[in-house]
């Protein structure tokens, strides 16, 4: 849970499919199906690359610039923006592989698979929620990170203070209701016989809303770590942020 939760703190390019492709490994379907499902999930993948591409790129920015100890906000709200563009197109790309899907999957299998989308997206919600003490009591964001770069309680408080200062100025604030209905839904649909992924002109919406509040939440968080940090957690800390940015699906997500 914890790796998956990380994961959610870094990943958002593919919004609601995004989702989907990562909850289709342990459906129990048949060989016939697993098969067609493979294909389908590569699909998914495929489509998702342009996006997968900006929100690389994006992290990698971040990671060169927490290293040098400078980030140049402009270059990373065009990297935002870029992500935000790329996913829009997401859910038209992925229309296809999404009718295939249900066509492939049985009633009680669709109906595991909303079940599954709808725990990825209460975890990517709750990761990406504003930071607070309680929460790093219980493995949020900052209090994870104070592990992994042994920051003093000094420099977290430096942090907290910069992250509450920096919550007035995001562009966008995420609407949990409208995402809900979204997924609801597109869930409702997708378990029942008839569905047509075409019809959802939500989808596209949707998915660019995840994607660049997520990647904006996450921008705002590093931008207000980096001047409490030393250079040798810096370096460990761009370290992190380029696995991130090469990661490279090898197992189950579910």
Same mark, same amino acid.
């Given at each position: 849970m914890a790796e998956l939760?990380?994961?959610h703190r870094h990943h958002h390019h593919g919004g609601f499919v995004m989702f989907i492709a990562m909850s289709l490994d342990s459906l129990g379907t048949t060989p016939e199906q697993s098969a067609a499902i493979h294909k389908i999930q590569s699909d998914l993948h495929a489509k998702m690359q342009p996006a997968h591409d900006a929100e690389k790129n994006l992290l990698s920015?971040?990671?060169?610039?927490?290293?040098? =100890?400078?980030l140049k906000q402009a270059a990373v709200d065009d990297a935002i923006a870029k992500v935000r563009a790329a996913a829009a197109l997401v859910h038209d790309a992925?229309?296809?592989?999404?009718?295939?899907?249900?066509?492939?999957?049985?009633?009680?299998?669709?109906?595991?698979?909303?079940?599954?989308?709808?725990?990825?997206?209460?975890?990517?919600?709750h990761e990406n929620s504003e930071e607070s003490t309680d929460r790093d009591a219980v493995g949020g964001h900052l209090g994870r990170l104070a592990k992994e770069l042994g920051l003093s309680s000094d420099q977290v408080d430096?942090?907290?203070?910069?992250?509450?200062?920096?919550?007035?100025?995001?562009?966008?604030r995420f609407d949990s209701a409208e995402a809900t209905a979204?997924?609801?839904?597109?869930?409702?649909?997708?378990?029942?016989?008839?569905?047509?992924?075409?019809?959802?002109?939500? =989808? =596209?919406?949707?998915?660019?809303?995840?994607?660049?509040?997520?990647?904006?939440?996450?921008?705002?968080?590093?931008?207000?770590?980096l001047p409490a940090l030393t250079p040798d957690q810096r370096t460990k800390l761009a370290d992190s942020l380029r696995r991130h940015a090469n990661y490279k699906r090898t197992q189950s997500e579910t």
């Open positions: 939760k990380d994961h920015m971040l990671a060169d610039g927490i290293a040098a =100890g400078n992925a229309s296809a592989s999404l009718n295939e899907l249900h066509a492939t999957l049985t009633p009680p299998q669709r109906a595991a698979l909303v079940g599954k989308v709808e725990a990825h997206f209460n975890v990517w919600h430096k942090i907290r203070a910069s992250v509450e200062h920096s919550t007035g100025k995001v562009s966008s979204h997924l609801k839904a597109f869930g409702a649909a997708f378990a029942s016989d008839s569905f047509d992924a075409k019809s959802f002109t939500a =989808g =596209g919406p949707a998915n660019a809303h995840i994607a660049a509040w997520g990647a904006e939440h996450m921008a705002r968080f590093y931008a207000a770590v």
